[in-house]
């Protein structure tokens, strides 16, 4: 299942690349350093739309505060992700900035406060995973 995630998301980095490529300055600090994340989340039983909201509403412009860029979002259609799996894109300028980036979002007290109002019904994921890809010589997505 997990396999099946992760090549979903491949596929949805690389279907938005012409957009995303029309989005950047042309002006990208250190472009050969960037890379990307792809993280999968699955949602707890019954709480996907709660993970939705807390997405829609908050962690986006977290993300962006803490130096992370938003590529995309995508819900699986079909198979075992279907309903309870969110599948995302980051950009960060380099490896370390990410490991940066992430540990202050993760200290940021406004998000651990949305965190925890957002799960005072219960956790919301039951697993996340992480997974950083550096762009080939010849892709349009750097």
Known sequence: MTRN????GLIAAVFVAGFWVG?????????????????????????MDALHARFRHHT???FERHGMGNVGYWTPQDGPGAGNT?????????????????????????WKKVKADSEVNGVLTSKVESVFLTPTDYSPLK
């Open 23 to 47: 989005k950047q300055s042309t002006a990208q600090a250190d472009a050969k350093a960037r890379v990307f994340e792809l993280r999968t989340y699955v949602a707890n039983e019954g709480k």
């Open 86 to 110: 969110l599948v995302y894109v980051l950009a960060h300028s380099s490896r370390e900035e990410a490991k940066r980036s992430w540990q202050s979002f993760r200290d940021d007290p406004s």
């Open 5 to 8: 995630i992760v090549t979903l």
């Open 60 to 62: 986006l412009k977290f």
